[in-house]
């Protein structure tokens, strides 16, 4: 596949941009809101490649103020954005264009396509007044009172400010004249709006969007209806079109910019941040993603990270493994990297390709990317920061094997929750806490002593639910062993009291925001 990446626009976009030899059409792929995001990154990547397949250009983007795009405070960036995005296709010599929206998408689709564009919606809300409120009350259940900070609210994995709410209350459906489709679940109706519109039913929504990342199922059928229709809309003509003019570098602002990078055999995405007059023996920060989660949605703290690290004078590299956002083909069927050896290798092959001295190297993660930077490597980094670790195996799982383990524990059989039942009851606690730290889940010395008995210092940033995992899993035992003054690797813990695991509130970001930078410049006080 011929993917183009780099930004364009001002504030500019991050793009990917597909393009077969020759385009029928293109398809400008917009996407959805916020966790919605995160869930459906990979399944429009799929998206991407089935259109080129049949001869159709494709731009997916990073929206201005999100992901990997730059800042951006003005309320109409999401339509806005798939407007440039389209502009783009046409630059390329693209000639016919159609929306494509899943989700919340399918609002920003519907209001960025003009007279003479195609649209397809998929599993669209009713209208953005709709999705808002259903949105609020998640967030109500799921973060709680401390949503709102300074007027500014955070929904499942987006924040918004009340001119963004309100632009995006205000986004509906009208009555369509040009060539639309809408895919929905068995059973279900399009939006009113969009008045009488050819509607196709499809599997698999509710499997890819309806849990967390980590149970998400690619719906390769529906996939391949949205290829159909727009196969039989596109022209059977195609135009020669040529790669559209990409920035390779973004300014972020006149201190800090940023580039696409590639690590290792497999080619590894990533994008590295520098800031102005960095020093030559700066430190070198490597980010991984929570689990197999792009830069988008709740996962874009990590852009905010970088950017505030190298304004402190360290250079940032954040980059997606394999089966994660930009890295790796996509399959349909393919089985999430959750705590694999392939994942290690990612490591290796980034470490190698910067050739970084130990005593400059930061490593930071989130959730399982957590693991993987506590996980010890042949020279053990100066620091370490593991953001909500909840798993301290040193055996690494087979490919899939994770995720399907977590939707049976997710959704047990009644003779699971017997035998649950009959273990809790039966079996005494600190047997059961023993047989734990044995278990997948591991025990905390045991992760934490190849990195803190050859002198790293390692963080650990955890809300409740993962400091009382890290306690019961010898937590205590370790900080007493490893916290004092004068060792080679140090042990410090810090509970971010109203915080959550997949840091959908505020507090818990804000925290980790300010607490990672002030490790780094504590343990390199030269370049803060």
């Keep these: 596949m ?20 020759a385009a029928r059409a293109g398809v400008v792929i917009c996407p959805p809101l916020g966790q919605e995001g995160i869930i459906a990154y990979r399944t429009l990547r799929l998206l991407a490649d089935g259109l080129e397949a049949r001869g159709v250009a494709s731009v997916r983007y990073d929206p ?31 000639e016919h264009v159609t929306f494509v929206g899943l989700a919340s998408a399918a609002l920003v689709a519907a209001a960025a396509a003009a007279d003479g564009d195609g649209l397809v919606v998929w599993d669209a809300p009713a209208s ?32 918004v400010d009340p001119a963004e709410a309100d632009e995006l209350a205000r986004l509906t459906f ?43 199922v690619i719906p390769g059928s529906a996939v391949e209806a949205v290829v159909a229709w727009v196969d039989a809309w596109a022209p059977t003509t195609a135009r020669p079109v040529a790669p559209p003019p990409l920035h390779e570098v973004l300014d972020v602002d006149t201190r800090v910019s940023e580039r696409i990078v590639r690590f290792g055999p497999d080619d590894l995405f990533a994008i590295e941040t520098v800031g102005s007059g960095q020093a030559e023996h700066a430190p070198v920060v490597v980010l991984h993603n929570g689990g197999a989660e792009h830069r988008v949605g709740v996962a874009d703290f990590q852009v905010q990270l970088a950017r505030g690290l190298a304004r402190d004078g360290a250079r940032v590299v954040r980059v997606d493994r394999r089966g994660t956002g ?19 290798d990612d490591q290796s092959a ?21 693991w993987l930077a506590g996980r010890d490597t042949e020279d053990p980094p100066r620091l370490v920061v593991e953001i909500s670790p909840n798993d301290y195996r040193r055996n690494t799982a087979q490919p899939g094997t994770y995720a399907e383990s977590f939707r049976t524990v997710a959704r047990p059989s009644p003779l699971r929750l017997r035998v649950r039942g009959w273990w809790n009851a039966l079996v005494p606690e600190p047997v059961r806490e023993r047989v734990a730290r044995r278990g997948s889940h591991g025990g905390v010395i045991g992760h ?57 509130s505020p ?8 607490e990672v930078r002030s490790r780094v410049a504590a343990a390199f006080p030269v370049h803060a």
């Design 326 to 344: 930009e890295s790796s083909a996509v399959a349909a069927d393919e089985r999430a990297l959750f705590y694999t050896q392939e994942w290690l």
């Design 128 to 159: 953005g007044r709709a999705w808002l409120r259903g949105q609020r009350a998640l967030a109500a259940m799921t973060i709680g009172p401390d949503r709102v900070v300074d007027g500014v609210e955070s929904l499942i994995g987006i924040d």
């Design 2 to 21: 011929s993917t183009h990446h780099g930004w364009s626009g001002s504030p500019a976009l991050r793009v990917a941009v597909q393009l077969p030899r």
């Design 350 to 370: 980034v470490l190698d390709a910067l050739a970084t001295p130990a005593e400059q190297l930061v490593l930071v993660g989130m959730c399982a990317g957590a």
């Design 448 to 504: 934490l002593r190849p990195l803190v008995e050859h002198g790293t210092d390692v963080v650990v940033i955890a809300a409740p639910e993962d400091a009382e995992l890290f306690d019961r899993l010898g937590g205590r035992r370790a900080e007493r062993r490893w916290s004092g003054e004068g060792r080679s690797g140090r042990l410090q813990v810090v509970r971010v009291a109203d915080g959550d695991h997949a840091m959908f």
């Design 507 to 514: 507090v818990m970001r804000e925290a980790t925001l300010a």
């Design 64 to 94: 201005s103020g999100r992901g990997d795009a730059a800042p951006d405070t003005r309320p109409d960036a999401q339509v806005r954005s798939a407007e440039h995005a389209a502009a783009l296709l046409r630059s390329a010599g693209v």
């Design 174 to 216: 009208a009555a369509r004249q040009d060539p639309t489709v809408a895919l929905v679940r068995p059973g279900s109706r399009p939006p009113r709006g969009l008045g009488a519109v050819d509607t196709t039913e499809v599997t698999g929504s509710a499997e890819l969007l309806d849990g967390s990342s980590l149970v998400a």
